[in-house]
């Protein structure tokens, strides 16, 4: 019951938009025709939003899809999962989507993947650690991982608590890599070395879903906690944790980063609305963008201190000018349903991943030409959520649906 619950917090803060993080109840009727049409019905509507079916997979997708309910402990008979996929495959079949947009341009990359140990992990957010290691956070396998680009060495770690549901991911100075617990309402820190985690848990019970972390320069860690409608700061020093509320009510702070004078920024992916943070006062200041549409996901900051940002419901790149407030926006080439999500500022140029083209892409933008170029992820790259950045600038990225982790090697 307990694995159900908290399987509902996941699936409802990822869900995509329009669709109700509040599941309704359908009955068979509503459903295809199939052997498995009511354990399907009495399954899936009573951990979440039935409705995320319909949007499809395909054969290889379901079969990901599957074995991550399996590892949340979904009550389906071991005996009947066979029939219970068969049903998924047959009845829900992927729905068209936008294809890749592949635009030549003058940067040479070599794309590189892994595939994560654990079937159903759903990497979520990976980390380009300081010593040059790419780790991501197995959000539903309970684990953090780890692998050596140079060598393709990889590592698992378990977690402390069940079902934590690790989401962000941040190293510090010393190794340690944090982690937001997503399901479990934590901030965690792993040491590599030892494999012993830290728990820190978040103080106010109602603050669901902590989401993104970065470390400040004077080495505070600050996070988005998206379900509760909150930024939180944590003091590794001494364990205490600040929480304030985002001004605008369900504005679901999402993204956040640093900028070079310690100001956390941050998106607010359930509005159209950028904020800064005062790293004293903890005061919000909120930035709309001209599009009432607008559903920033992830952002950047460029070396001028520009806020780059993916805005993830009508398939555009923008950038913020803190100073004026000045907005520019460049449609992604994939089109307006192309999702352009996880993103980083490296080797001089944005680079984003399109997260609903056909397949995924990585895009590099150049701010001085505006120019942009693409490629496929070889795989297809499903579901590309976050990127980061390795000491040697190259940027990587996690796949939730095929499972697989990845580096852009810049030629």
Known sequence: MIARAKLLIVLSASAVLGTSTAHAQYTAKDWPEGPSKQRFVDTCNNCHDINRVR??????????VVRMMQNMEAPVPAAEWGAMTDYLMKSFPERKRP??????????????????????ARPHDPLGARDGSIW??????NKLGRVDPKTGTVREYTLKSPFTGPHGLVDDKDGNIWFTGNLAGLIG?????????????????????PHTLN??????????VQQANMVGRLDPATGAIKLVTSPTPKSRPYGLVINAQGVPVLVEFGTNKIATIDPETMAIKEYPLPSADARPRRLAIGPDGAVWYADFSRGYLGKLDLTTGAVKEWPSPSGPKSEPYGMVFTKGAVWYNESNAKPNTVVRFDPATEKFQSWAIPGGGDIVRNMSVLPNG????????VNQVGMVDVK
Do not use: C, H
């Open 55 to 64: 949007g499809g997979y395909t054969p290889e997708g379901w079969l990901t």
């Open 99 to 120: 294809e890749a947009v592949l635009l030549d341009g003058p940067a040479k990359v070599d794309i590189k993947m892994w595939d994560v140990p654990t079937q159903g």
């Open 136 to 141: 991501w956070a197995a959000q539903l396998a």
């Open 189 to 209: 820190k792993l040491d590599p070395n030892t494999g012993i985690v830290t728990e820190y848990r978040l103080p106010d019970p109602n603050a669901k879903d």
């Open 215 to 224: 470390f400040d320069q004077k080495g505070i860690l600050w996070f988005t």
């Open 394 to 401: 190259n940027p990587v990225m996690a796949n939730s649906l």
